[in-house]
């Protein structure tokens, strides 16, 4: 039986239905391609979107995991806090940053074409910034508590010439550290005024001691303290010095500022509490001077 010769309708009605299932389902080699710039722009904004967009997630767990661990070792035993311990950390932020940008853009270039992986959805992508963003972005902004140590840009001058409006310092947030301050050492506190806001002052005193501010200066324990590092005269007008003569309690300081005339500190807000200390400055970004820190020498 001869088979009837289709007609010129049925061919092109054919090609038609051919042409739908093609586009109904897109799983040949073009599949999918990555756009290298919004690669770009995820590794800019949101690393971890930027590396599982390109079919690169477990790359950006090992790299970005790999950095915190090692921010973590860094700060926990010490090394952050001097100024080569924040070289490394500067080059290691640096090179993580162009990473973030340049391999997820590259490998979508490259990538063509590229199928898709099981994370790829929308709903994954969202998971991803619940379950590995937010806890990596409050990992940076809580590095005091996590990882030993914090940076922080001085706004005011109340330090100089210590530490002048404008500097960035490193300090050391581990609670060892807190629990053996010093006399001579500069912390960072929460101001007593402003709850919530740091403050850098320097220690003067410490728990049980006796202070005395007056015209002739600092005495601790009736030892006059030497005025190295210091600027200005300790002696405020009358009657803003309300705690110009005080014994300290077991886990109280007396702080200044070493630019005594600008310096909101001990002197009218009372002692601090051991426990407002948020860390200890240990250098100053950019500079080399480890001098410019202290500590006050001994009498």
Known sequence: MERPIPSLGDIDAALQGRDERVVRRPVG?????????????LGLFVPSLAFAYVGRLGVFVLLYGGVFAALAVLGWSGLVQTLPGMGVVMLAGAALFVASLVLPWRWATMQRPYRLRAYNRWYAYVLLLVAVQFPLSLAMLQRGSWLGFDTYRVPAASMAPSIDAGDFIVADTRPSTLASLRVGDIVVVESARRPGELVVRRVVATGGQHVVVGADGVS?????????????DEAL????????DTVLAPDELYLMGDNRPLSVDSR????AARASIRGKATAIWWSLDRARLGPIPAP
Do not use: E, S
């Open 29 to 41: 080699p073009g599949a999918h391609p990555r756009k290298p710039w919004l690669a770009f722009l």
């Open 220 to 232: 601790v324990d009736d030892v006059v303290q030497p005025r190295t590092h210091v600027r200005g």
């Open 237 to 244: 007008p009358p009657g803003a010095m309300k705690y110009a």
């Open 268 to 271: 009218t807000t009372g002692p």
